[in-house]
């Protein structure tokens, strides 16, 4: 057994934790337009989240290119 065989969690150890834990929320912010406020929208309700003792994870996904004038 290698190391990171003994280290890792047994697979009813993670479906006991993900059932006590209950099911998340994803909440996506879409803006018509660059500078129309979607992070800071998105940042501040991650703070009040965050404030409120909910564990709170962020992404970003960008399938365009930004041209900057």
């Known amino acids: 057994m290698t190391i990171e065989q003994a280290q890792r969690a047994s697979p009813d150890a993670l479906l006991a934790l993900a059932k006590k834990e209950g099911r998340g929320k994803l909440k996506i912010f879409v803006g018509a337009a660059p500078g129309v406020g979607k992070t800071y929208a998105?940042?501040?309700?991650?703070?009040?989240?965050?404030a409120e003792g909910r564990d709170v994870v962020v992404g970003l996904?960008?399938?365009?290119?930004?041209v900057v004038l």
């Open 61 to 66: 996904v960008r399938d365009f290119a930004l």
């Open 42 to 50: 998105m940042l501040a309700s991650a703070r009040t989240a965050k």
